[in-house]
């Protein structure tokens, strides 16, 4: 959060409890996305194994929801 100051808090709890789409790296970390209305852009949210403690968080430009 310290390099992307204009991420809001609420945005990320609200993308880990409402995942569109969820994917567990070779790392254990896990990546979660959704889309936030505000930012008009979805947001990737990198939390550790645990699912919790977030290791990152950016607007994902190349997002696509399939199907």
Do not use: S
């Not at 809001?8 to 979660?32: D, F, H, S």
């Not at 930012?39 to 977030?54: A, F, H, N, Q, S």
């Amino acid at each position: 959060m310290l390099r992307r100051p204009y991420l809001k808090t609420e945005w990320i709890e609200y993308v880990l409890a409402n995942p569109l789409r969820m994917e567990i790296q070779t790392n254990g970390r896990i990546r979660y996305w959704g889309f936030i209305e505000d930012l008009g852009k979805y947001l990737r949210i990198v939390t550790e194994p645990d699912g919790v403690t977030v290791h990152n968080a950016f607007p994902d430009r190349r997002f696509r929801i399939k199907g």
